[in-house]
């Protein structure tokens, strides 16, 4: 993997502080990567990130983008090139929002009809219909469309290299959210180098391909995937960062994988109860899931409480005494979803699929191995 | 002997401070005019505004009519209550004419600032003291009232200054003030004259200026004191005023 | 009451009509010596005001001086300019109107300058503005709501002023001010107030729809919650 972005020694000294804002900072984040710097307020990620656009000089050290010493870039040409997104979106008022996403096409010296067209195509791209939105002014919009425009305008430049500073930090949970899974999908798609800056430990571990957790003095506790740092801290200062609930978070990080499911003995609905009962009690447990010959699901059954049943002999088949299941979870959602499916069904377990095809379960036995699994071992007690 | 000696020798000739129309004499008018002027403005502009501001009633229209005034311009108010024969036959009929100028240039500025002071008051302080059981006239004679009162000041402030300045005019309707020398330059040519004049006129305002920003400080509750910035920002202050005051 | 209509009725519409042409005259020398005072004033106070901005340590000297010329009565400030400038000259004039009209521009200026949001400015500055096209694209027209107040004030207050300039010889409708009251005679000085107020009124519409038409994101609000 390429290093995109490298800080190799940073510090940041301010004349009328006797402490350095940022202490001997070193990270690289590599080509296509999202790396989120995630600490306290005034811990000096902003000037971190800063420091890549040379919107802030570092006092020594040197910061590398593309192999190259950004100190001998001409800054308005870096700046051309580097995406920016601040908390407030930042967008001119006095601009339509067609023209604030313009803006550096502009500045590029990009011919019309390729700035109207690149607009569009933005607009678009963050889930603004060109139509409806490219005529309004900035105070037209909600803080989520704002933000989007946010996004599209940092993007309109097609820059490699794209800064967020606490991006969605001023919108309700709600826009939130939906914001931060439709930036993760479009970066599965533009594979940008991102930076992002935020204090929210939850952001971070959702948005982050890996997480530096930056403490006062911009200095680096650590930089790892969410899982690793979520389950095995290096320091206290993380640990204590990140949360005594930092487990339920882990389960937010933690994708679900095929060789964490238990596989219960499958029958089809037109097996004898009695043949069922016969391949459950071959597998030690009490129950089979039901499954149509193309591997769909349609319900489970538990044949011993049926071969009880003075009202059947064992020779009807289990179609009969099928029940439903509920919604299960899709292979790419999280331990954290299935846990949730679980809790709100009360069930001992939740299907999982690959989009149609039924995979197998999870259950709290099976959720915790995951988890384990996820850190390589036990997670370290801090 | 140039231009600026010719001042000098003006400013420095006793016989022109001295008698009916020396600058002495000329001052005391100015002043007596002003002050007629602003006490009347200020005995109707803040009843009116306070209440306006207190209640709400109204204010669109009476606001708006006051600013409109502010366009007349005093030069043609003047003249024009000047010539009129009711006014012609007083014995001090310019007086009367300026005086009715100068309350009607100083009332929108004081009723503005009373009723932007008296409805800019904290809703929250207001409805602490309705709480409390004050009654409305106590509201807004113990709460409304000292808190508008520095807005209410500087209203008083601006109006006055404007009113210092524009009595000048009142001795085109003979009214022997500081501007006499102006305008009686201007009528023989006598540039000293109308200069040593002007130089009067220009000192008196920045003077009365400094005096009301003194006394609009003096009004201001200690605890809603603004900082010098913000302060700065917010009035028709002027720095060299406060630069003046460290120095 | 007794009638001594020794200054005649409040308008004498024969006199208006025979003197028509006279009173349009001077109706535009008044604008055009309103026009000029605004303009020059905006030529000194935009770039002043970018410069107080931008040093602080500017500003408490051109305020001061600029308010300073602010609080010298009209009549007083036109005599001050003259020996300078020559009595009774067009430059005299404007002088003293350009001149009154600095404290507001400038005021104006500046605070216009500083209330442009923070985080536009960031954005600038992080997508590559140079300082220029910071200043040109981003801060100036940010600052112009500011700045169109403070011409909207300017200009009504300069026509305003423009009448006593009619004592150094130039005047506008200050001049039918002068006539009448010399003349002992209502109609001129009546037709100079209301004429001026009109157009007072005139100007400070046009203004504010020059505001609106040109400066249509102050206006429109946020539709969407």
Redesign the interface.
């Given at each position: 993997m390429t290093v995109m972005i490298s800080f190799e020694a940073v510090s940041k000294h301010y004349e009328n502080d006797a402490k350095n804002a940022v202490e001997n900072f070193s990270l690289d984040v590599d080509e296509g990567e999202l790396s989120v710097l995630v600490g306290p307020s005034g811990g000096g990620k902003t000037t971190i990130l800063r420091m890549v656009n040379r919107m802030v000089e570092p006092s020594s050290g040197r910061v590398l983008v593309g192999g190259q010493d950004v100190a001998k870039v001409d800054r308005v040409e870096l700046r051309r090139r580097t995406g920016y997104v601040i908390q407030q979106a930042g967008l001119f008022p006095h601009l339509k929002v067609a023209d604030n996403v313009a803006s550096v096409p502009r500045l590029l010296g990009w011919d019309k009809a390729r700035v109207h067209a690149r607009v569009n195509d933005m607009l678009d791209l963050v889930g603004l219909n060109p139509a409806e939105f490219a005529g309004r002014y900035p105070n037209e919009l909600s803080g989520g469309q704002a933000q989007r425009v946010g996004v599209a305008r940092a993007l309109a430049g097609d820059p490699p290299v794209l800064l967020m500073d606490e991006p969605f930090g001023a919108l309700d949970p709600i826009a939130r959210a939906r914001l931060q899974q439709e930036f993760l999908a479009l970066q599965e798609r533009l594979h940008k180098t991102v930076m992002f800056v935020t204090h929210d430990v939850d952001e971070a571990v959702v948005m982050g391909n890996r997480i530096a957790v930056i403490s006062q003095g911009g200095r680096l506790q650590q930089y790892d995937t969410p899982a690793q740092v979520l389950g095995r801290p290096a320091t206290s200062f993380v640990a204590d960062f990140i949360g005594a609930d930092r487990g339920l978070r882990r389960l937010a990080v933690t994708p679900i994988e095929v060789g964490d499911l238990y596989a219960p003995p499958v029958v089809s609905p037109k097996t004898t109860v009695a043949q069922a009962l016969v391949a459950v009690e071959a597998s030690g447990d009490h129950w089979a899931a039901v499954a149509s010959e193309d591997g769909r699901l349609l319900g489970w059954v538990e044949p011993g409480q049926v071969a009880s049943a003075p009202s059947d002999n064992g020779s009807s088949t289990v179609e009969r005494y099928m029940r439903p299941v509920g919604a299960g979870v899709s292979l790419d959602s999280s331990l954290k979803a299935a846990f949730a499916e679980m809790l709100q069904q009360d069930a001992a377990w939740v299907p999982v699929f690959d989009h149609d095809r039924y995979l197998g379960v999870l259950t709290p036995d099976t959720l915790h191995a995951a988890l384990r699994r996820s850190v390589g071992g036990e997670p370290v007690p801090v | 002997m140039n231009?600026f000696s010719q001042v000098a020798q003006f400013l420095t000739t006793s016989s022109n401070w001295t008698g009916t129309n020396g600058f002495l004499a000329q001052l005391g008018r100015q002043i007596e005019l002003s002050a007629v002027a602003v006490v009347a403005a200020v005995l109707a502009g803040v009843g009116l505004g306070a209440f306006l501001g207190h209640t709400g009633r109204g204010s669109f229209v009476v606001l708006n009519s006051a600013n409109?005034a502010?366009?007349?311009?005093?030069?043609?108010?003047v003249?024009?209550i000047?010539?009129?024969?009711?006014i012609?036959?007083l014995q001090q009929g310019g007086f009367v004419a300026a005086a009715i100028t100068m309350f009607a240039l100083a009332v929108p500025p004081i009723l503005t600032n009373a009723y932007v002071g008296v409805r800019d008051v904290d809703p929250a302080v207001r409805s602490a003291a309705v709480a409390m059981g004050m009654t409305p006239r106590q509201v807004l004679r113990q709460v409304e009232i000292p808190l508008a009162l520095p807005v209410v000041m500087a209203g008083v402030r601006t109006a006055s200054?404007e009113v210092?300045?524009?009595a000048?005019?009142a001795a085109?309707?003979g009214v022997a003030d500081l501007?006499f020398n102006?305008?009686a330059?201007?009528d023989t040519?006598n540039?000293a004259e109308?200069?040593s004049?002007?130089?009067m006129?220009?000192v008196l305002?920045?003077l009365v200026?400094l005096l009301l920003a003194g006394a609009a400080r003096a009004v201001t509750p200690e605890g809603t004191r603004r900082t010098t910035r913000a302060a700065r920002?917010r009035g028709?202050g002027?720095?060299?005023r406060?630069?003046a005051a460290r120095s | 009451m007794g009638v001594v209509a020794s200054a005649g009725p409040i308008v004498q519409w024969s006199w208006v009509s025979s003197e028509r042409s006279m009173i349009v005259s001077l109706l535009l020398q008044h604008i055009e010596l309103t026009v000029i005072a605004v303009a020059i004033g905006l030529a000194i106070a935009v770039p002043l005001g970018i410069f107080a901005w931008k040093m602080p340590v500017a500003r408490p000297p051109l305020i001061g001086v600029t308010g300073l010329i602010y609080v010298i009565p009209s009549v007083a400030l036109l005599s001050l300019f003259a020996p300078l400038t020559g009595f009774f000259s067009i430059t005299t004039a404007e002088v003293a109107l350009v001149g009154y009209t600095l404290l507001i521009l400038l005021r104006n200026t500046i605070a216009g300058l500083e209330s442009v949001p923070a985080d536009a400015q960031d954005a600038a500055q992080g997508m590559g503005y140079t300082p220029l096209q910071e200043l040109m694209k981003v801060q100036l027209p940010l600052a112009l709501p500011a700045i169109l107040a403070g011409v909207r004030v300017a200009t009504v207050t300069t026509i305003g002023l423009v009448t006593v300039t009619a004592f150094i010889g130039q005047g506008g409708l200050g001049q039918l001010i002068i006539q009448g009251f010399s003349e002992d005679f209502n109609t001129p000085i009546f037709v100079g107030l209301v004429l001026s107020v009109l157009l007072a009124g005139v100007a400070d519409a046009l203004i504010v729809g020059i505001q609106r038409i040109s400066l249509p994101w102050v206006r429109r609000r946020r539709l969407a919650s």
């Amino acid at each position: 993997m390429t290093v995109m972005i490298s800080f190799e020694a940073v510090s940041k000294h301010y004349e009328n502080d006797a402490k350095n804002a940022v202490e001997n900072f070193s990270l690289d984040v590599d080509e296509g990567e999202l790396s989120v710097l995630v600490g306290p307020s005034g811990g000096g990620k902003t000037t971190i990130l800063r420091m890549v656009n040379r919107m802030v000089e570092p006092s020594s050290g040197r910061v590398l983008v593309g192999g190259q010493d950004v100190a001998k870039v001409d800054r308005v040409e870096l700046r051309r090139r580097t995406g920016y997104v601040i908390q407030q979106a930042g967008l001119f008022p006095h601009l339509k929002v067609a023209d604030n996403v313009a803006s550096v096409p502009r500045l590029l010296g990009w011919d019309k009809a390729r700035v109207h067209a690149r607009v569009n195509d933005m607009l678009d791209l963050v889930g603004l219909n060109p139509a409806e939105f490219a005529g309004r002014y900035p105070n037209e919009l909600s803080g989520g469309q704002a933000q989007r425009v946010g996004v599209a305008r940092a993007l309109a430049g097609d820059p490699p290299v794209l800064l967020m500073d606490e991006p969605f930090g001023a919108l309700d949970p709600i826009a939130r959210a939906r914001l931060q899974q439709e930036f993760l999908a479009l970066q599965e798609r533009l594979h940008k180098t991102v930076m992002f800056v935020t204090h929210d430990v939850d952001e971070a571990v959702v948005m982050g391909n890996r997480i530096a957790v930056i403490s006062q003095g911009g200095r680096l506790q650590q930089y790892d995937t969410p899982a690793q740092v979520l389950g095995r801290p290096a320091t206290s200062f993380v640990a204590d960062f990140i949360g005594a609930d930092r487990g339920l978070r882990r389960l937010a990080v933690t994708p679900i994988e095929v060789g964490d499911l238990y596989a219960p003995p499958v029958v089809s609905p037109k097996t004898t109860v009695a043949q069922a009962l016969v391949a459950v009690e071959a597998s030690g447990d009490h129950w089979a899931a039901v499954a149509s010959e193309d591997g769909r699901l349609l319900g489970w059954v538990e044949p011993g409480q049926v071969a009880s049943a003075p009202s059947d002999n064992g020779s009807s088949t289990v179609e009969r005494y099928m029940r439903p299941v509920g919604a299960g979870v899709s292979l790419d959602s999280s331990l954290k979803a299935a846990f949730a499916e679980m809790l709100q069904q009360d069930a001992a377990w939740v299907p999982v699929f690959d989009h149609d095809r039924y995979l197998g379960v999870l259950t709290p036995d099976t959720l915790h191995a995951a988890l384990r699994r996820s850190v390589g071992g036990e997670p370290v007690p801090v | 002997m140039n231009f600026f000696s010719q001042v000098a020798q003006f400013l420095t000739t006793s016989s022109n401070w001295t008698g009916t129309n020396g600058f002495l004499a000329q001052l005391g008018r100015q002043i007596e005019l002003s002050a007629v002027a602003v006490v009347a403005a200020v005995l109707a502009g803040v009843g009116l505004g306070a209440f306006l501001g207190h209640t709400g009633r109204g204010s669109f229209v009476v606001l708006n009519s006051a600013n409109a005034a502010r366009a007349i311009p005093s030069f043609a108010l003047v003249t024009l209550i000047a010539i009129q024969p009711g006014i012609v036959r007083l014995q001090q009929g310019g007086f009367v004419a300026a005086a009715i100028t100068m309350f009607a240039l100083a009332v929108p500025p004081i009723l503005t600032n009373a009723y932007v002071g008296v409805r800019d008051v904290d809703p929250a302080v207001r409805s602490a003291a309705v709480a409390m059981g004050m009654t409305p006239r106590q509201v807004l004679r113990q709460v409304e009232i000292p808190l508008a009162l520095p807005v209410v000041m500087a209203g008083v402030r601006t109006a006055s200054v404007e009113v210092v300045a524009t009595a000048t005019l009142a001795a085109y309707v003979g009214v022997a003030d500081l501007g006499f020398n102006i305008f009686a330059g201007l009528d023989t040519r006598n540039n000293a004259e109308t200069f040593s004049g002007a130089l009067m006129v220009a000192v008196l305002a920045l003077l009365v200026d400094l005096l009301l920003a003194g006394a609009a400080r003096a009004v201001t509750p200690e605890g809603t004191r603004r900082t010098t910035r913000a302060a700065r920002q917010r009035g028709t202050g002027l720095m060299w005023r406060q630069a003046a005051a460290r120095s | 009451m007794g009638v001594v209509a020794s200054a005649g009725p409040i308008v004498q519409w024969s006199w208006v009509s025979s003197e028509r042409s006279m009173i349009v005259s001077l109706l535009l020398q008044h604008i055009e010596l309103t026009v000029i005072a605004v303009a020059i004033g905006l030529a000194i106070a935009v770039p002043l005001g970018i410069f107080a901005w931008k040093m602080p340590v500017a500003r408490p000297p051109l305020i001061g001086v600029t308010g300073l010329i602010y609080v010298i009565p009209s009549v007083a400030l036109l005599s001050l300019f003259a020996p300078l400038t020559g009595f009774f000259s067009i430059t005299t004039a404007e002088v003293a109107l350009v001149g009154y009209t600095l404290l507001i521009l400038l005021r104006n200026t500046i605070a216009g300058l500083e209330s442009v949001p923070a985080d536009a400015q960031d954005a600038a500055q992080g997508m590559g503005y140079t300082p220029l096209q910071e200043l040109m694209k981003v801060q100036l027209p940010l600052a112009l709501p500011a700045i169109l107040a403070g011409v909207r004030v300017a200009t009504v207050t300069t026509i305003g002023l423009v009448t006593v300039t009619a004592f150094i010889g130039q005047g506008g409708l200050g001049q039918l001010i002068i006539q009448g009251f010399s003349e002992d005679f209502n109609t001129p000085i009546f037709v100079g107030l209301v004429l001026s107020v009109l157009l007072a009124g005139v100007a400070d519409a046009l203004i504010v729809g020059i505001q609106r038409i040109s400066l249509p994101w102050v206006r429109r609000r946020r539709l969407a919650s």
